[in-house]
């Protein structure tokens, strides 16, 4: 079985500066995949980044990145120069690459951007 | 990526009654997955619908209140039944993308429904 935990349920950051939302995963399987997403209070999915357990190198997209630490088990994603559009819940979630997997979903963490 | 829409965005429903939610991706997919999110909580799964199979649900869930259907390899329905104030919530359809070793997932706009 699979356990992502999200330690933070809020995070406030200042517009313009970087944040890091915490993610760390359990899993036995040794080939898998991590992923963020975005939630709006529209209340869709928003993918946003995705990390291979074998990739070498942290995932980057735009302003986000995946800290990815294999051998602690954490996929922090970083958020740069944040915006206040970036308000919204983030859910971190690991899929094993088996097929037939189902995705495992953290709590969420609240990011609150203030002007 | 996988482009998926996902219809009706929103609904207010009487209790008792039910509601079908569609799900059309743009390409052919061997999985779906259909998702709840309760108020404030996280996503749990529902069920994964094959083409041609019957689904199979997660504990907690079963067919009798929300069956679901897939006809074919692009389209797949989650209808809510018999509806009651703790269906309210919002339901997601999923479906996954290989990318060379590496499967992605990616979400529909998702339905938000309340129950009155």
């Known amino acids: 079985a699979q356990k992502i935990t999200q330690t933070q349920p809020g995070m406030f950051v200042q517009e313009k500066e970087a944040v890091t939302l915490d993610c760390t995963y359990d899993?036995?399987?040794?080939?898998?995949?991590l992923f963020w997403y975005k939630q709006p209070s529209s209340g869709e999915m928003i993918f946003l980044i995705y990390?291979?357990?074998?990739?070498?190198q942290n995932a980057t997209e735009g302003r986000y990145s995946l800290n990815f630490q294999k051998a602690r088990k954490s996929a922090n994603l970083v958020i740069s120069a944040s915006q206040l559009g970036d308000s919204a819940m983030y859910f971190c979630?690991?899929?094993?690459?088996?097929?037939?997997?189902?995705?495992?979903f953290g709590g969420g963490t609240r990011l609150m951007v203030k002007p | 990526s996988a482009v998926i829409s996902q219809k009706p965005s929103r609904d207010i429903c009487q209790r008792g009654t039910s509601l079908t939610i569609q799900c059309q991706v743009d390409?052919?997919?061997?999985?779906m997955f259909w998702y709840r999110q309760q108020p404030g909580q996280s996503l749990t799964l529902i069920a994964t619908?094959?083409?041609?199979?019957?689904?199979?649900?997660e504990s907690g869930f079963v067919i009798d209140k929300f069956p679901i259907s897939r006809p074919n390899l692009t389209f797949s329905t989650l209808t809510v039944s018999n509806m009651s104030p703790e269906d309210s919530s919002i339901y997601l359809c999923?479906?996954?993308?290989?990318?060379?070793?590496?499967?992605?997932?990616?979400f529909g706009q998702g339905t938000r429904l309340t129950v009155v």
């Open positions: 390409s052919q997919v061997t999985m």
């Open positions: 999923s479906v996954e993308v290989r990318r060379g070793p590496n499967t992605e997932a990616f």
């Open positions: 979630a690991m899929r094993p690459n088996n097929a037939g997997n189902m995705l495992t």
């Open positions: 619908a094959n083409q041609g199979s019957e689904a199979t649900y």
């Open positions: 990390q291979g357990s074998y990739d070498q």
């Open positions: 899993t036995s399987d040794p080939s898998y995949g």
